[in-house]
């Protein structure tokens, strides 16, 4: 079945950590998108990718580094100059960027310990 | 600037009829789409509008006006599984994304 993996499912990071939050999908999508989802709110766009080897900036891009070296991937990276990392990642992607619905993987949840 | 509301929370019966309204405010419209989320789930795509009117799916039915800025999801024969968040989503003429925050439906028995 044909599908979009996040992975882990829990995250915890320490101060001045760099960690990176995988997601792959098996779509053939070429479009794929990160998100940021803090409690009782909606979703925010860190940064989405229209097709391998570019990206762009979402709304909240600053703290985030992102990379589309294949289609398949699009990880996303929380540096530490991210200082409110807590929150649940959500990683979707879509046919192309063209009005089509986004699928979505299962989540990571990040906590600073 | 561009914005879309939805109302917080909202409480219905099981077997009643319940709608969830969204309003915009954006620089040109590319479609909406509504997405349902269970509480620390992802989402899952509902419906899509881009023509005004309505679309119809099984219990789920979505409705857009382009003139009046405003969608609505109507929920059937709710059952206490519908108990979720449902988002209201939609693309401006930039292809800029914009979401809303949500609306938290709560089922009672």
């Known amino acids: 079945d044909g599908g979009i993996t996040q992975s882990p499912k829990y995250l915890f990071r320490k101060e001045g950590q760099n960690v990176t939050l995988s997601c792959e999908q098996n779509l053939n999508h070429d479009a794929m998108y990160w998100y940021r989802q803090d409690p009782g709110q909606g979703l925010r766009l860190i940064y989405y990718?229209?097709?391998?080897?570019?990206?762009q900036k979402g709304d909240i891009a600053e703290g985030y580094s992102v990379s589309r070296e294949k289609k398949e991937s699009f990880p996303l990276t929380v540096t530490s100059a991210q200082k409110n990392p807590t929150a649940f990642y959500l990683c979707?992607?879509?046919?192309?960027?063209?009005?089509?619905?986004?699928?979505f993987g299962d989540g990571t949840r990040l906590s600073i310990l | 600037g561009q914005n879309i509301d939805q109302p917080t929370e909202m409480t219905a019966t099981e077997g009643a009829i319940v709608q969830i309204n969204c309003t915009y405010q954006?620089?040109?419209?590319?479609?909406l789409f509504w997405y349902q989320q269970h509480a620390g789930e992802a989402p899952t795509f509902l419906s899509y509008?881009?023509l005004d009117g309505l679309e119809e799916k099984g219990r789920f039915s979505s409705f857009l006006s382009r003139s009046k800025g405003y969608s609505y999801l109507l929920l059937k024969e709710l059952q206490m599984k519908d108990s979720a968040s449902y988002l209201c989503?939609?693309?401006?003429?930039?292809?800029?994304?914009?979401w809303g925050a949500g609306t938290k439906l709560i089922i009672k028995p």
């Open positions: 954006t620089s040109g419209f590319n479609g």
């Open positions: 990718s229209q097709i391998v080897n570019d990206f």
């Open positions: 509008n881009v």
């Open positions: 979707a992607s879509s046919i192309d960027r063209d009005n089509q619905p986004q699928h």
């Open positions: 989503h939609l693309m401006d003429s930039n292809y800029q994304l914009i």
